[in-house]
Every structure is written in structure tokens, then in C-alpha cells.
């Protein structure tokens, strides 16, 4: 069955760091994975999806992602953080039958920023 | 940019009552689904669902759940029988109909239960 684990419950770092927020995966084909964010009372938003190709993928609010089969990992990494960056983070997997591609999602990532 | 969104944003019931919570997919997406956040918990998928019926469910979608688009626009989920436990942020969200585009979410429901 596919999962997915985000090893860490909450990070925190000061404004102006770098960031990566670790993702594991297990699927038994080639993985479609995506990283979402959710402010307090929002929805889920897309930050980057990976399909195919490069293993290196751009997402919106200077966020990128790696894609690592050996390690079966899609961590997110920002270079420097801003404090509206504050937010739950999750990664998922999405898993195919007949073309609906449902979404397997990790626990989520707190990432509180320090000022 | 469209949205998905759902109605209502905070809905409380009495336990053993009828809830239907609605969305409105983008117009030219064909996949639609339903997850559930249970407070401190992640993100569950319920649902998925296409060309008129449901393509995969849960363990958690049993019986007392529904599912239906009853016109072109809207996409409802049903839980006929609330209990205690069905307390959670529901999540409406919808795909294109081509494999490498994502989902997109709307802001959920946040369900009741007393």
C-alpha cells in the first residue's frame, strides 16, 4: 500500500534561514508527488508536483523539491524563509486506479518562524 | 485563477442527523473527491469520483456516506447518519482530466458533531 512519512512533526526556524522539510515515500510504481501548504483555516494550496523528467522542480513562493528514487525521498527545500512562511506542510503521493489518482498524504510538517 | 469552493465553511449538527456539504469544482475538471482532516490527524482520502459514479473509496466511506453530481456545477457529499466521530474539516477537491495535472483544493467545511 502507498504512505507517506514526514519524520518531522514541527520545525522551527529564524526568518531568513534555509529550510528543507523531509519526505518519504513508498510506491510501488513511479511516484507522482506533490507538496502542499496550508495556512490556519485554509485549504490545501500546491506548492510544486512532480511527474516526470527533471528530478529538481520549481514551485511558487521560491519553494523547490528533489526527487530522489534511491532514497524514495521528495524533500522540500526554500533557501531562505519568511515568517509568512509559517504553515502546515504536507507531502503526498498520488496513487492511480483507473485514472482517478487519489492523494496518499504524510502527516504534515509544522514550520513555525522565529523573527 | 478558478477555485473550488465549498459550502457551508462551518456547519454543526446533532448527532444521528443528515448532512449534505457542497462544492463547486472548476468548470472543465472531470475527476472530483472528497478528503477528510480529523482534527491533528492528516489529510484522508474519502472519495474519488468520475463520469457520473465513484471510481475508488475508502474503508472510511461506508454506507452512511453519498456521493453525487446533481447538476453540471455541483459535487455534494451526504452523510446520512452523523456521528461523533465524523467531527473534521472536509475537503473538496478536482482534477483535469489528463494524468499530470493535481488536484486542486478548496478551503473545506468544518464539521460538527454534538
Known amino acids: 500500500a502507498q504512505s507517506v512519512t514526514q519524520p518531522d512533526i514541527h520545525i522551527t526556524v529564524s526568518e531568513g534561514a534555509s529550510l528543507e522539510l523531509r519526505c518519504n515515500y513508498s510506491?510501488?510504481?513511479?511516484?507522482?508527488l506533490f507538496w502542499y501548504v496550508q495556512s490556519p483555516g485554509q485549504g490545501l494550496q500546491l506548492l510544486l508536483k512532480y511527474f516526470s523528467g527533471d528530478t529538481l522542480v520549481q514551485g511558487i513562493k521560491g519553494f523547490e523539491a528533489e526527487f530522489k528514487r534511491s532514497q524514495s525521498s521528495f524533500n522540500l527545500r526554500k533557501p531562505s524563509v519568511h515568517w509568512s512562511d509559517a504553515a502546515e506542510y504536507f507531502c503526498?503521493?498520488?496513487?492511480?486506479?483507473?485514472?482517478?489518482?487519489?492523494?496518499?498524504f504524510g502527516q504534515g510538517t509544522r514550520l513555525t518562524i522565529n523573527p | 485563477e478558478p477555485e473550488v469552493t465549498q459550502t457551508p465553511s462551518h456547519q454543526v449538527t446533532q448527532m444521528g442527523q443528515e448532512v449534505i456539504l457542497r462544492c463547486v469544482p472548476i468548470?472543465?475538471?472531470?475527476?472530483f473527491y472528497w478528503y477528510r482532516q480529523i482534527l491533528g490527524q492528516k489529510v484522508e482520502f474519502l472519495v474519488s469520483f468520475y463520469n457520473n459514479e465513484i471510481s475508488e473509496k475508502s474503508e472510511i466511506f461506508d454506507d452512511q456516506f453519498s456521493v453525487e453530481r446533481p447538476d453540471g456545477s455541483n459535487f455534494t457529499l451526504k452523510i446520512r447518519s452523523t456521528k461523533l466521530e465524523d467531527s473534521a474539516m472536509y475537503f473538496c477537491?478536482?482534477?483535469?482530466?489528463?494524468?499530470?495535472?493535481?488536484?486542486?483544493f478548496g478551503d473545506g467545511t468544518r464539521l460538527s458533531i454534538l
Open positions: 468548470s472543465n475538471h472531470l475527476y
Open positions: 503526498a503521493v498520488g496513487a492511480h486506479h483507473q485514472g482517478a489518482q487519489k492523494l496518499v
Open positions: 477537491a478536482s482534477r483535469y482530466g489528463i494524468p499530470n495535472q493535481p488536484q486542486h
Open positions: 510506491y510501488g510504481a513511479t511516484p507522482y
